[in-house]
């Protein structure tokens, strides 16, 4: 896959020179005032309970948050009302290096307008930038029923694309999700965002394939475990319920290991002990979920089903730690390339003043 934003042949208004933040992947959440914009970012980035996005101010200017985990990139939150088409905005600034445009539609409010203003911004960005990814959230969706949900989606899909093809733009790259911060969606939604932007995907999916047939498991995700965002995942179909028993399992762990892993004055290590934390339980209904950290920010967390799966854990680890040398070694070798291309740009820059979600 390319790198994002390489694959822009853009003209720009005007070329801004490159800093070095500017070689992360960029996702730009937009969309009108009280959208929910600050809130999915807080939610997902930084651990925001839900209830507590009630007491965000509006968004006065845009919030850049980089992202330290498996891979670097940046989130860029949108004030609602900011005009970002007027001259004196520099386009190449705000859509250049470009991972993904998120825009956001509050789903219980008139979103007629909203959705002219996205259709406004594809139809100018595309200009610019054929390439974008555009990934539309329909946003608060916890507040309907079922059957609105989906005449909504059907509704706003139809708008955006009659209006589109209208002015000539068929077959736009425009992905749509039905999200809440009140339940999973949101995390689901920005996995698959986020995925778009991973070099080596599908060499990725292929390796967790091989794990889940190998191992008959059900269904296997790997975690970036601060956001719990899955970057990839085994590519049978996704099943919520299984995607949140992995989800919650994770805090489960990091819960338990806050409590217990604190360096004991008195406590010696018996024998040469595993790096990384390993663990599995079984559910009610026989169902095991095993969980194993793969490195600093990533874990593999598998759902299985097979009774006859209790007595071969053995392998099962062994497995999943072949798996772990490959993982590492695929993102050792994207990142050893991003590592290349970036000082051969750069040179030796470090950044600084920007904030951190992760160490
Ligand atoms: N019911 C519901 N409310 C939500 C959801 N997401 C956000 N909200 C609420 O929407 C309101 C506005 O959220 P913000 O995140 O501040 O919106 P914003 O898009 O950042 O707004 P500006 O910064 O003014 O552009 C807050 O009261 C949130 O609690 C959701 O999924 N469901
Ligand atoms: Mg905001």
Known sequence: MEAPGQSVQAKPRQVSTSKPQDAKPRLLLMGLRRSGKSSIASVVFHKMPPNETLFLESTTRIQKDS??????????????????????????????????????????????????????????????????????????????????????????????????????????????????????????????????????????????????????FEKTYLFDVLSKIYIASDTRPVDMSCYEMCSDYIDVIVDISELYSWDHPDRKAKGEQNQEAESHVVLHDETMIHLMEMNKYLCLVSVIRNPEAKEKMGLIDMNCRTFQEALNDVFSRSWEQEREEQSQVQGQVTEGGEQSVTN
């Open 67 to 216: 992202i330290h985990s498996f891979m670097d990139f940046q989130v860029w939150d949108f004030p609602g009302q900011l005009e970002y088409f007027e001259p004196s905005f520099d386009l190449e600034d705000i859509f250049g290096n470009l991972g993904a445009l998120v825009w956001v539609i509050d789903a219980q409010d008139d979103y007629l307008d909203s959705v002219a203003r996205l259709n406004r911004t594809i139809l100018t960005v595309q200009q610019y930038y054929p390439n974008i990814n555009i990934e539309v959230f329909i946003h608060k969706v916890d507040g309907l029923s079922e059957e609105y949900r989906t005449d909504t989606f059907q509704d706003i899909v139809q708008l955006i694309s009659d209006e589109l093809s209208d002015a000539g733009y068929e077959n736009a790259p425009v992905h749509y999700y039905l999200t809440s911060i009140y339940d999973y969606s949101v995390f689901e939604a920005f996995s698959k965002v986020i995925q778009k932007l991973i070099p080596n995907l599908s060499t990725l999916e292929n390796l967790i394939n091989t794990l889940a047939n190998n191992c008959g």
